[in-house]
Nanobody
Framework: EVSLVESGGGLVQPGGSLRLSCSVS????????ISWVRQVPGKEELERVA?????????WYPDSVKGRFIISRDNAKSTAYLQMNNLQVEDSAVYYC?????????RGQGTQVTVSS
């Protein structure tokens, strides 16, 4: 059974940082691309905010987070990370990791990120 478990969310002030983790089991992590998507509560739209290929050699970010978010992975630990810096109020959302590059794969239960003063 595929399982993705996100953690690391919380309440942070504007300009602050958080590091999200995604622990994966049930699939061959070393050959799986990973992405992070976010969803604002009450809205259906999912926004992909970062993606990384299986080896970590290729990453992608939309303009909205480029220069502030960094995706990484540790294949030995079957874990992916999302370092989020200079967080803004508009970054508040539930963040999910997904088991493919485009953000459409299986995902976990999510972790809430709230940016507020």
């Amino acid at each position: 059974e595929v399982s993705l478990v996100e953690s690391g969310g919380g309440l942070v002030q504007p300009g602050g940082s958080l590091r999200l983790s995604c622990s994966v089991s049930g699939l061959r992590f070393v050959s799986t691309d990973i992405s992070w998507v976010r969803q604002v509560p009450g809205k259906e739209e999912l926004e992909r905010v970062a993606a990384i290929n299986w080896s970590g050699s290729i990453t992608w970010y939309p303009d909205s987070v480029k220069g502030r978010f960094i995706i990484s992975r540790d294949n030995a630990k079957s874990t992916a990370y999302l370092q989020m810096n200079n967080l803004q109020v508009e970054d508040s959302a539930v963040y999910y990791c997904t088991g493919n590059y485009m953000g459409t794969g299986p995902r976990g239960q999510g972790t809430q990120v709230t940016v507020s003063s």
